[in-house]
T-cell receptor, first 113, second 112 residues
Framework: AQSVTQLDSHVSVSEGTPVLLRCNYSSSYSPSLFWYVQHPNKGLQLLLKYTSAATLVKGINGFEAEFKKSETSFHLTKPSAHMSDAAEYFCVVSNQAGTALIFGKGTTLSVSS | DTEVTQTPKHLVMGMTNKKSLKCEQHMGHRAMYWYKQKAKKPPELMFVYSYEKLSINESVPSRFSPECPNSSLLNLHLHALQPEDSALYLC???????????FGQGTRLTVV
């Protein structure tokens, strides 16, 4: 069955330093992968998506992710963290039937000044 | 218009009440979803509607009853809920099922 594993439940960085949020996927097919962000008491916002085009995907707010089939990974990065990046981040995969989105457990990003 | 609108934003209901959550989108999307999110947990899929037909029901108790009156609207009817059903209920839509989804702000439900 398709699934995603977010390798860190909590990541802490200082403002201005790089961000790395790790996600591995398990799938017997070529999946669609997404990163979503959720700020406290808010809905979910799509950061970026991979749908088998370019393996390096650029998203909003300076985030990007690289699809690596050999490593079954889809890690999210940002060169320089901003205080407003503090939020919950979810790595998401489409299910095998391609009919719904399945969420990873989430990574809480904290940014200190 | 890239919004998914959910009403109400907050709802407190007793265990014997009947209430409904509403969701609306005007992006021409043909798939709509209900997710349930408990505090500090990821969203869990409840229902998927594709072209106004229920395509996925993730073994959700019958006290939750979805309805899709037309391609823009999605309702979730609630009856005889339990306190453990208190959660954030998120509606989402996508062009077709399984593609990138746009989420509403959610309804914070408290069952007392």
């Amino acid at each position: 069955a398709q699934s995603v594993t977010q390798l860190d439940s909590h990541v802490s960085v200082s403002e201005g330093t790089p961000v790395l949020l790790r996600c591995n996927y398990s799938s017997s097919y070529s999946p669609s992968l997404f990163w979503y962000v959720q700020h406290p008491n808010k809905g979910l916002q799509l950061l970026l998506k991979y749908t088998s085009a370019a393996t390096l995907v650029k998203g909003i707010n300076g985030f990007e992710a690289e699809f690596k089939k050999s490593e079954t990974s889809f890690h999210l990065t940002k060169p320089s963290a901003h205080m407003s990046d503090a939020a919950e981040y979810f790595c998401v995969v489409s299910n095998q039937a391609g009919t719904a989105l399945i969420f990873g457990k989430g990574t809480t990003l904290s940014v200190s000044s | 218009d890239t919004e998914v609108t959910q009403t109400p934003k907050h709802l407190v209901m007793g265990m014997t009440n009947k209430k409904s959550l509403k969701c609306e989108q005007h992006m021409g999307h043909r798939a709509m979803y209900w997710y349930k999110q408990k505090a500090k947990k990821p969203p869990e899929l409840m229902f998927v509607y594709s072209y106004e037909k229920l395509s996925i029901n993730e073994s959700v108790p019958s006290r939750f009853s979805p309805e899709c009156p037309n391609s823009s609207l999605l309702n979730l009817h609630l009856h005889a809920l339990q306190p453990e059903d208190s959660a954030l209920y998120l509606c989402a839509s996508s062009q077709v099922s399984g593609s990138e989804a746009f989420f509403g702000q959610g309804t914070r439900l408290t069952v007392v």
